[in-house]
């Protein structure tokens, strides 16, 4: 664990992933059925952040993609890459309840200057 409580690792077979609840049932799904296994293919990449406990108050996966640039027209693409160019693309973010409620506050204080 890092000095503020919290560490940042890639999604484990361990992690506690049935009790995150954001409030969302297809978020909430995400984490508990396909993450660890889309991980494990190599389709995309979760990170959670656990907290001081172990739970994951917070995770997000990114996935990867391209885009091809051979159907644009020559004046658009002169210059760009000749080949697909690799993009990672934010997939999903979830926030549990009470960490949504943490952040908000956090937030809050620090716009009024708290």
Known sequence: MKKSGFALESLQRGHPRSVFDCGQSEVN????????ENQ??????TKVLLDQVGGI??????AT????????P????????????????PAWLG????????????LYTRMAGG
């Open 95 to 106: 926030v549990s309840k009470v960490a949504h409620n943490k952040i908000t506050v956090l």
């Open 29 to 36: 799904d995400w984490p508990r059925t396909k993450a660890f």
């Open 40 to 45: 494990e293919e190599r389709i995309s990449a």
């Open 57 to 62: 108050p917070v995770f997000y996966t990114i």
């Open 74 to 89: 020559s004046e658009l693409a002169r210059k760009l890459p000749r080949r697909a160019l690799p993009v990672a693309i």
């Open 65 to 72: 993609g391209q885009i091809d640039f051979a159907g644009m």
